[in-house]
């Protein structure tokens, strides 16, 4: 079997942005060429044309184009003849692509197509009640109507995808990511920086990061020792024009609260595992997510993790026993629950066992690489 996946981001150094989807991508790319599946990664909107191999994955980088008008509509022609040329050299049996902002949307392919929900455009616009450009709704609604089949990283996020954009849900197969288990091992759990917040994301208004602002607010009224660690690239704050969602959070902090935060800024992503293994919890307030490959990273190197409680959040932790799961707003709420594991230790412990359990048994990619190979048969063998 020969795959082709498409994607704007990939974790390498050639590739000029990656984040959560990214990691995802790679993790399920290189596990299926571990199970002899012939893996082809297209990455579009890249600063040159390059095709290399990665551990096994041929990665096709593809320029990024500007025309004299309709940008938009010649750019996804140009990569529609780039990737039926490489379909029919190397004869590439299926194409998955993203979501956001339909960019197969007029694109044929020479082979099926599969759809997968990272999260469109219109998912996150209903998941933050903020108004989405019609074109972005069109093209993505477009895209998704092209494609033979769907999969869907959670099931809330796929039952919010079809009402959006009126989906057939028996097409919609619901596949999680996936971590490589054995790069996620920490020996000394035990081990870490009392009274220590972590948060991982983007710095930006849909992640729940002014929210925690307020709840360390709290969590230092009663913690005068609380650290707060954010890593994450900053970003402009869409509701008040600001170009630092950051300087927003900074000032809601108090200043006792202020004195006691470290932000780091984008770091390597090699270096993230060293801080989430010296943080006492995690915390992850969002408001938009499909999954949150971050939070099954934690849990997998045993960190106590308070999450959102939306949709998507519920089939990663089980409240109270791998995690807790607290509305971002609920801010005395959420507060507590930091501060519940900040005081008990043996609770930390449990949780943190518990949570490294629930991602050996969801989370695995080695069987949600076997998951997508049956459903990636099942396609070609219906299409």
């Known amino acids: 079997m020969h795959i082709g996946l498409i994607t704007s981001e990939y974790p390498h150094p050639k590739v000029s942005h990656a984040a959560g989807i990214a990691t995802s991508i790679k993790n399920l790319a290189i596990a299926l060429v571990k199970k002899g599946v012939t893996v082809t ?7 040159v044309n390059e095709v290399f191999d990665d551990n096994g994955v041929s990665i ?35 194409i998955e692509a993203p979501d956001w902002t339909g960019i197969t949307a007029f694109i044929r392919f020479k082979v099926p197509l599969v759809i997968r929900f990272h999260g469109s455009d219109a998912y996150f616009c209903k998941l933050e009640n903020r108004k989405q450009k019609f074109k972005n709704f069109l ?44 790069a996620f091992e920490n020996k000394s759990p035990s081990n870490y920086d009392e009274n220590t917040l ?5 710095i930006i208004r849909k992640k729940g990061v002014l929210e925690l602002a307020s709840i360390f607010n709290r969590v230092i009224e009663q913690e005068p020792r609380a650290k707060l660690k954010l890593i994450g690239k900053d970003s402009p704050d869409i509701k008040t024009g600001s170009n630092s969602t950051y300087q927003l959070v900074s000032n809601s902090l108090s200043e006792a609260a202020k004195r006691n935060v470290t932000y780091l800024g984008k770091i390597p992503y090699s270096e993230v595992q060293t801080h989430i293994k010296k943080a ?21 190197l045993q960190k106590p993790v308070v999450n959102t409680s939306i949709g998507w959040a519920q089939e ?5 026993i791998n995690g807790y799961l607290v509305y971002p707003k609920e801010i005395e709420i959420y507060s507590s629950r930091i501060l519940q594991l900040f005081e008990d230790k043996a609770l930390c412990t449990t949780i943190g066992k518990a949570a490294q359990k629930k991602v050996v048994s969801t989370f695995d990619i080695v069987k949600q690489a076997e998951l997508n190979i049956t459903y990636y048969n099942y396609i070609l063998a219906n299409s």
């Open 280 to 300: 006492h919890v995690c915390a992850f307030p969002s408001f938009a997510e499909t999954l949150g490959m971050v939070t099954i990273e934690s849990m997998a």
């Open 60 to 94: 096709h980088l593809i320029e990024k184009k500007r025309y004299s008008f309709f940008t938009w509509y010649h750019y996804r022609k140009y990569l529609q003849n780039y990737i039926n040329s490489i379909i029919k050299r190397h004869n590439i049996q299926l």
């Open 41 to 47: 990664v297209f990455v579009y909107h890249q600063n």
């Open 139 to 182: 093209f993505e609604k477009m895209a998704l109507k092209s494609a033979v089949a769907y999969i869907a990283p959670t099931t809330f996020a796929g039952e919010e995808t079809a009402k959006i954009f009126g989906l057939n849900r028996s097409k919609i197969k619901t596949i999680h990511y996936g971590i490589q288990l054995e």
């Open 198 to 202: 972590l948060y991982i994301g983007t």
């Open 316 to 320: 990663l932790i089980n409240d109270g």
